[in-house]
Antibody
Framework: EVELLESGGGLVQPGGSLRLSCAAS????????MSWVRQTPGKGLEWVSA????????YYADSVKGRFTISRDNSNNTVYLRMNSLRAEDTAVYYC?????????????WGHGTLVTVSS | QSALTQPASVSGSPGQSITISCTGT?????????VSWYQQYPGKAPKLIIS???YRPSGVSDRFSGSKSGNTASLTISGLQTEDEADYHC??????????FGTGTKVTVL
């Protein structure tokens, strides 16, 4: 059974940094791309970033480009999202999602999410 | 990248069929067969119910079906049940190499 467990969320001041982690199990991690998707309370989903199965390809939404960095450790089945220069509008639940292929297109399994709150 | 357009809400009576639209452009929905649909209950993570426009993953009820015409994808729920009351989100791959989600639709079973 696919399991994705996010951690690292919390309260941070504007301009601060956080690193989210997502521990994966139940599938061949190094054969699948991974994505991060966020959701503001009561609002829709927003795709944030994705990384290919080998880690050699990464993409970002314009809203986070230059501030967020996605990475992965295939030896430890973990994907990360480093978030710098955080803004109030980054406040959201952040979901880690598994992709069905080595590249991203249709996330097929999601974690339960971790809440990031950016506030002074 | 602008969000794909979905109706804010759709409602129907038990047993009826409803359809949720997801409108994008030729750079996303219209250009690729990578359109997916997710069901989300309050406080829960989204669950994939349709991928690649019309593929239904194992374990998903056959009352859910997906299609696409031009720049608009659609999710149809047949034989509406009370358990179908949830939020539904579409998602598409884009020509920029990114993903874009829809604005979300709340389904109410009357």
């Amino acid at each position: 059974e696919v399991e994705l467990l996010e951690s690292g969320g919390g309260l941070v001041q504007p301009g601060g940094s956080l690193r989210l982690s997502c521990a994966a199990s139940g599938f061949n991690f190094n054969s699948h791309a991974m994505s991060w998707v966020r959701q503001t309370p009561g609002k829709g989903l927003e795709w944030v970033s994705a990384i290919g199965s080998s880690g050699g390809s990464t993409y970002y939404a314009d809203s986070v480009k230059g501030r967020f960095t996605i990475s992965r450790d295939n030896s430890n089945n973990t994907v990360y999202l480093r978030m710098n220069s955080l803004r109030a509008e980054d406040t959201a639940v952040y979901y880690c999602a598994k992709e069905p292929r080595p590249w991203w297109n249709n996330p097929d399994h999601w974690g339960h999410g971790t809440l990031v709150t950016v506030s002074s | 990248q602008s969000a794909l357009t979905q109706p804010a809400s759709v409602s129907g009576s038990p047993g009826q069929s409803i359809t949720i639209s997801c409108t994008g452009t030729s750079s996303d929905v219209g250009g690729y067969s990578y359109v997916s649909w997710y069901q989300q209950y309050p406080g829960k993570a989204p669950k994939l119910i349709i991928s690649d426009v019309s593929y239904r993953p194992s374990g998903v009820s056959d009352r859910f079906s997906g299609s696409k015409s031009g720049n608009t994808a659609s999710l149809t729920i047949s034989g509406l049940q009370t358990e179908d009351e949830a939020d539904y989100h579409c998602c598409s791959y884009t020509s920029s190499g990114t993903l874009v989600f829809g604005t979300g639709t709340k389904v109410t079973v009357l």
